[in-house]
């Protein structure tokens, strides 16, 4: 995975554009729950928290 020259964010064999999320937080802590996603054909990040109900950016 890399980001393009253009901001594109890529499969770095196929150059396909590709979406991808990260899950973070503390085992047993769910406040600390947190998520990023990368959007491929813009290469848009969003920042994501877990407010023990839903997820809200």
Do not use: C, H
Request: charged share 10%; proline share 5%; no cysteine.
């Amino acid at each position: 995975m890399v980001f393009q020259s253009d901001g594109t964010f890529a499969d770095n064999a196929t150059s396909q554009p590709i979406n991808g999320t990260v899950f973070v937080g503390l085992p047993g802590q769910s406040a600390t729950a947190r998520a990023v996603t990368i959007l491929g054909a813009t290469g848009r990040v969003r920042p994501y928290k877990w407010n023990g109900t839903q997820w809200v950016e």
